[in-house]
T-cell receptor, first 114, second 112 residues
Framework: AQSVTQLGSHVSVSEGALVLLRCNYS??????LFWYVQYPNQGLQLLLK??????LVKGINGFEAEFKKSETSFHLTKPSAHMSDAAEYFC????????????FGKGTMLLVSP | NAGVTQTPKFRVLKTGQSMTLLCAQD?????MYWYRQDPGMGLRLIHY???????AKGEVPDGYNVSRLKKQNFLLGLESAAPSQTSVYFC???????????FGQGTRLTVV
């Protein structure tokens, strides 16, 4: 069984400030972890993913995330927020075990103010 | 480069009516999925398929049926629509269950 918890349904930052979106997972097997972004009235697109290897993963648009097994976390960060980063962000977990599927968190809406 | 295409994009149904949502992918993916997205609930898996001719239940399968007669298509059916099925439906596909999923643009369904 696997699950994802995203802390905070809404996060507000000022333009230029650090973005930190929190994700904790639960998985009985080694996890594969993903962050997706959804802009208004659009589908989801992949920001970054962790499968194996380096625990610090870099993605598109300056985002990165670090897999911390001891904390069962995969938090998403960006050093400096831009107005165009305003969107909903979803953390998801799957695994390389059997017919695994993606399980999503409930999402965090990122609001960026000037 | 079409990727994943969903039709229709919008639909309004009356309670008790039936409809089929079509998903088509041109990436030769084995896995295909149907999710529903509701405010504050994230994306919940309705049904999925791990290859042509296969289907499996996800987290919230009741009231829905699916078929995967061709590898590139995955159909989601509502036999008797209910207001609780008002939602945004997303189709997705991937090479495997652990690889990146590619999403369609969504279908906004309202049941009145």
């Amino acid at each position: 069984a696997q699950s994802v918890t995203q802390l905070g349904s809404h996060v507000s930052v000022s333009e230029g400030a650090l973005v930190l979106l929190r994700c904790n997972y639960s998985s009985s097997v080694p996890p594969y972890l993903f962050w997706y972004v959804q802009y208004p009235n659009q589908g989801l697109q992949l920001l970054l993913k962790y499968t194996t290897g380096a625990t610090l993963v870099k993605g598109i648009n300056g985002f990165e995330a670090e897999f911390k097994k001891s904390e069962t976390s995969f938090h998403l960060t960006k050093p400096s927020a831009h107005m165009s980063d305003a969107a909903e962000y979803f953390c998801a977990v799957s695994s390389n075990s059997g017919y695994s599927t993606l399980t999503f968190g409930k999402g965090t809406m990122l609001l960026v103010s000037p | 480069n079409a990727g994943v295409t969903q039709t229709p994009k919008f639909r309004v149904l009356k309670t008790g009516q039936s409809m089929t949502l079509l998903c088509a992918q041109d990436m030769n993916h084995e896995y295909m999925y149907w999710y529903r997205q509701d405010p504050g609930m994230g994306l919940r898996l309705i049904h999925y398929s791990v290859g042509e001719g296969t289907t499996a239940k996800g987290e919230v399968p009741d009231g829905y049926n699916v078929s995967r007669l061709k590898k590139q298509n995955f159909l989601l059916g509502l036999e008797s629509a209910a207001p609780s099925q008002t939602s945004v439906y997303f189709c997705a596909s991937s090479y495997t269950g652990s690889s990146e999923a590619f999403f369609g643009q969504g279908t906004r369904l309202t049941v009145v």
